[in-house]
């Protein structure tokens, strides 16, 4: 009988390790349903908002949350909190998910392109690198910002260009790696070009790593809008953005209090969402942390 429950009892361990792995974090769990409404949200933003981002009820003006009509209350023009809030959440997240594929199409490409062609190639992608991640991007931005006018392609584009260097480098050495596998020369030998080879192969077998990086930088992203927003040369009016009405809402910090914090909150729960699951998605695909 002791020797049975011995023999049984490593299975049993085995079997309670894999189950505790494969449990969903709590954290994890909420960051996902975070998420996933505020893409809900972004998707169906003109169904759900009661009213217009422009419309002014100037008789309540600074009105407090609670009210039936307005339930995140007012702002200084009375236009709705809510109705705002709701398409700031979509702004800012169609900004930073855009941002994001440019940012990782542009690295990864430029790191593919460093480990094909290695010498002089390779040198001055890595010295273009190091000068992106030397460079002070937010100084960058304002004056890019200041100079040409925001709109919302020209800020899309300048955010894509944040963080490309981490894609470029982490492309290029596990390209690199990947080459020295074998199982890349073996397409070579058959006869592949060396763009079927990094997209048909080679990026399929490092596509973990780059998209734990994509929720990595998604964040940054986010928040490097809300402090150009912030400081007036983000998104401009009558559109709305989440750092635009913080911005705005500074001003009115002791009288109406609503106007910031909604924007803020979902600011801090958004990016600690996408950092949770970002670092949830590490330890699943990362073979060298299992």
């Not at 009016?237 to 803020?264: C, D, H, K, Q």
């Amino acid at each position: 009988m002791s020797i049975s429950h011995t023999l049984a009892s490593p299975a049993t361990d085995a079997k309670s390790v894999r189950r505790s792995r494969s449990r969903l974090p709590m954290s994890v769990g909420l960051g996902i349903a975070w998420l996933g409404a505020m893409v809900l949200v972004a998707a169906f933003a003109d169904q759900i908002r009661p009213f217009d981002i422009t419309t002014m009820d100037l008789a309540h003006r600074l009105a407090p949350p609670g009210g039936l009509k307005h339930l995140l209350g007012t702002d200084e023009l009375g236009r709705d909190v809510l109705t705002r809030l709701i398409q700031s959440i979509r702004v800012s997240l169609v900004i930073a998910f855009g941002a994001t594929l440019l940012s990782a199409t542009f690295g990864t490409l430029l790191g593919f392109a460093a480990a094909q062609f290695r010498g002089v190639v390779e040198h001055l992608i890595l010295v273009l690198a190091d000068f992106q991640a030397a460079l002070p991007f937010l100084i960058m931005s304002l004056a890019v910002l200041a100079f040409f006018g925001s709109s919302m392609l020209l800020l899309v584009c300048l955010m894509g260009f944040y963080g490309w260097e981490r894609y470029a480098r982490i492309a290029r050495g596990l390209a690199i790696s990947a080459g020295t596998q074998g199982y890349a020369a073996a397409v070579v030998q058959l006869g592949a070009t060396p763009g079927r080879v990094y997209l048909r192969h080679i990026l399929p077998n490092v596509a973990s790593t780059l998209i734990v990086s994509m929720t990595l930088t998604f964040p940054e992203i986010i928040l490097m809008e809300s402090g150009l927003s912030f400081l007036g040369l983000g998104v401009q009016p009558p559109e709305t953005s989440l750092g635009n009405m913080v911005g705005f809402g500074r001003e009115y910090l002791t009288r109406a209090p609503w106007i910031m914090l909604a924007p803020a909150v979902v600011i801090m729960l958004t990016t600690l969402s996408i950092s949770l699951v970002g670092d949830w998605l590490r330890d699943k695909l990362d073979p060298t942390i299992r």
